[in-house]
């Protein structure tokens, strides 16, 4: 009986504090460039960013920065009555084009160095 308890307390305790060990937005952005510059992340034509080589905390820095993009585009989509898939279009193509030299870029499906 004490050890289900003990484990019940336990299994509550690590649910309860796994929210706590998620990146927050501003410590996601604040990863990116290093991300970046070290091959794990690129910038994909339909505006968010992927996972080009997993390691470190790659997918939840794109997780965090690709869910506040999609809640811009959502916004920019409805307040100029476009289409999302619209936004994301034209966003990703910035974000190509601004991608520094020896970063990561996604073209025809597949990633290569600008």
Same mark, same amino acid.
């Given at each position: 009986? %004490?050890?289900?308890?003990?484990? +019940? +307390? /336990?299994?509550?305790?690590?649910?309860?504090?796994?929210?706590?060990? !998620?990146?927050?937005? @501003?410590?996601?952005?604040?990863?990116?460039?290093?991300?970046?510059?070290? +091959? *794990?992340?690129? #910038?994909?034509?339909? +505006?968010?960013?992927?996972?080009?080589?997993?390691?470190?905390?790659?997918? #939840?820095?794109? *997780?965090?920065? @690709?869910?506040? %993009?999609?809640?811009?585009?959502?916004? /920019? !989509?409805? #307040?100029?009555?476009? =289409?999302?898939?619209?936004? #994301?279009?034209? !966003?990703?193509?910035?974000?190509?084009?601004?991608?520094?030299?020896? =970063?990561?870029?996604?073209?025809?499906?597949?990633?290569?160095?600008?």
């Amino acid at each position: 009986m %004490r050890m289900s308890i003990r484990l +019940g +307390g /336990l299994l509550l305790a690590l649910l309860l504090s796994a929210p706590a060990l !998620a990146l927050s937005l @501003n410590q996601a952005m604040s990863a990116l460039p290093a991300a970046k510059a070290a +091959g *794990q992340l690129g #910038e994909q034509p339909d +505006g968010y960013l992927g996972v080009v080589a997993a390691g470190g905390n790659a997918a #939840e820095i794109a *997780q965090q920065i @690709n869910q506040a %993009r999609r809640d811009e585009y959502q916004r /920019l !989509a409805r #307040e100029n009555n476009i =289409q999302l898939r619209d936004v #994301e279009s034209m !966003a990703g193509k910035k974000a190509l084009e601004r991608t520094p030299t020896g =970063q990561y870029i996604m073209v025809n499906d597949v990633w290569m160095k600008k």
